[in-house]
């Protein structure tokens, strides 16, 4: 695979995107940088690069779309990863927004189910227990080989 590879992310809740991209790094040559320990990284090296993020208020993390909008050079091919509690809905538009100020190709998305615990949710304990499952992480994996 791709040694020219780099997935931005923010995980910081349940760590469950975090699980996803810890698949894909096992079984694939990918740097992972995660925004809240890495205020900068040159990217220009890259040839593809992923932002991954928890959904929050149906959008990506705010700290990897500032991230994104600071430190994504023009041109690149990107995609994208994100786990959310809410089943319904495509929540992707945040980031896309800023791939295509950048003149970036989008090569793909890839959503799945996450345990949710933020904002209201805490109060009934959590939604989507048990996400991503096995099943999901796989497909996860399988959606950064069919890039």
Same mark, same amino acid.
């Given at each position: ?9 923010? !995980?910081?809740?349940? $760590?469950?995107?975090?699980?996803? *991209? ?15 320990? #890495?205020? +900068? ?11 991954? +993020? $928890? ?6 993390? =705010?700290? *990897? *779309? ?9 041109? #690149?091919?990107? %995609? %994208?990863? !994100?786990? @959310? ?5 495509? %929540? %992707? ?7 295509? @100020? =950048?003149? /970036?190709?989008?090569?793909? /998305?890839?959503?799945?189910? $996450?345990?949710?615990?933020? $904002? ?7 939604? +989507? =227990? ?11 994996? +399988? ?5």
């Amino acid at each position: 695979m791709d040694s020219r590879t780099a997935i931005v992310y923010y !995980s910081t809740h349940h $760590g469950n995107t975090k699980k996803l *991209l810890d698949a894909i790094a096992a079984a694939n040559d990918v740097t992972l940088i995660d925004v809240t320990k #890495k205020p +900068s990284t040159d990217l220009t090296g890259f040839d593809r690069i992923g932002f991954a +993020s $928890g959904i929050y208020y149906s959008s990506f993390a =705010k700290p *990897l *779309l500032s991230y994104a909008s600071a430190y994504l050079p023009e041109g #690149k091919d990107v %995609f %994208f990863l !994100s786990t @959310q509690g809410n089943p319904l809905g495509s %929540f %992707f538009g945040s980031i896309r927004k800023i791939a295509k @100020q =950048k003149n /970036c190709r989008e090569l793909g /998305c890839y959503g799945c189910l $996450g345990f949710d615990t933020f $904002g209201p949710f805490k109060l009934v304990g959590g939604i +989507s =227990k048990g996400h991503p499952t096995e099943e999901e992480i796989d497909g996860a994996v +399988s959606f950064y080989r069919s890039l």
